[in-house]
């Protein structure tokens, strides 16, 4: 099958799907329902508990979610095991739901010569549509990234961490007459929309604990996809993030949550509570959108 990234996500909002969920399976909170079913020295691993968890959340929200998310370090923690666990999540959502695309928490960047490796790993190997970069290199460093049309390159912007700020938010002088000055994180969203997104293949992030920079994003970008983690756990408030960061359209966003839906529950029925929290961002987004257009 051959996957076009945008054309995925874009088919997901005809649809009305905006949440995501983060696959971050965290093995310290897995249920004790599947740790004492799948436990026998030299038989299970921690890969079956971590593929055994994914694949009933995705059972249960594959018809509403909007995309999954897999943190590469969750995986990358536990080895070669973890790491094929990511591979075979991926493997089943391409199996389950097909149309829903996987975004590859990846958070990659290195010289070019590098990065043409974790080109072919996150894509090729693992199979995601999509990944996150750092923009710290440049967009020649990145290149090997951007050039993958069909893939969704979604470039760290603003993120949603309590540091952030540190970097992000450091004004720069953009004109010494004028003694203007932008935010770094600014900077970025207007080098990635104005030079980077020539295959119209780039999206940003921006977390919903930072709604004020998210609008000033949305306003420099234009209709640009961002994906907003920070719901949830995090403190990030939905409706400020979705009034900051909707399009024109009242589309271009993707709201991620992972912890908030993972661990709804912790008994036998983590997978339906599961559902029943990312159903509760569903419709709340939905009535945001429909509020949103009519007093318009």
């Known amino acids: 099958m051959n996957r076009n990234f945008m054309q995925l996500l874009k088919a997901m909002w005809a649809q009305d799907k905006f949440g995501g969920v983060g696959l971050d399976p965290d093995v ?3 249920p004790k329902c599947i740790r004492d079913v799948l436990w026998e020295p030299g038989k299970y691993t921690v890969g079956d508990w971590i593929l055994t968890f994914n694949k009933r959340i ?3 929200t594959h018809d509403i979610a909007c995309m999954y998310k897999p943190n590469y370090a ?3 923690a536990h080895g070669n095991i973890g790491l094929n666990a990511l591979r075979e999540t991926i493997k089943y959502i391409n199996k389950i739901a097909p149309e829903v695309p996987v975004i590859l928490d990846y958070k990659r960047a290195d010289i070019g010569n590098t990065n043409i490796g974790s080109v072919q790993a996150g894509f090729d ?10 923009p710290y290199f440049g967009r020649e460093a990145l290149q090997p990234f951007l050039d993958r049309r069909d893939k969704g390159i979604i470039i760290l912007c603003r993120t949603s961490n309590p ?12 004109d010494f007459d004028l003694k203007e000055t932008k935010p ?3 900077i970025v969203a207007e080098k990635v929309s104005d030079y980077w997104n020539q295959n119209g293949n780039c999206l940003l992030v921006v977390g919903a604990t930072a709604p004020e920079e998210l609008k000033k994003v949305r306003n420099a970008v234009g209709d640009m996809p961002i994906l907003i983690p920070g719901i949830g756990k995090q403190g990030g408030d939905l409706a400020l993030a979705l009034e900051a960061g909707l399009d024109s359209n009242m589309e271009g966003v993707i709201i991620n949550s992972s912890r908030e839906i993972l661990y709804a529950s912790d008994k036998d029925d983590y997978a339906e509570a599961a559902r029943a929290k990312l159903l509760e ?3 709340a987004i939905r009535k945001f959108r429909v509020d949103a257009r009519a007093s318009a």
Do not use: R
């Open 163 to 174: 540091g952030a700020g540190e970097f992000q938010d450091l004004p720069v002088i953009v």
């Open 281 to 283: 961002l569903h419709e």
């Open 58 to 60: 995705i059972d249960t």
């Open 28 to 30: 310290t909170k897995i």
């Open 74 to 76: 969750f995986y990358e």
């Open 184 to 186: 770094v994180y600014q």
């Open 125 to 134: 190997d693992f199979g995601a549509d999509a990944v996150t970069v750092n």
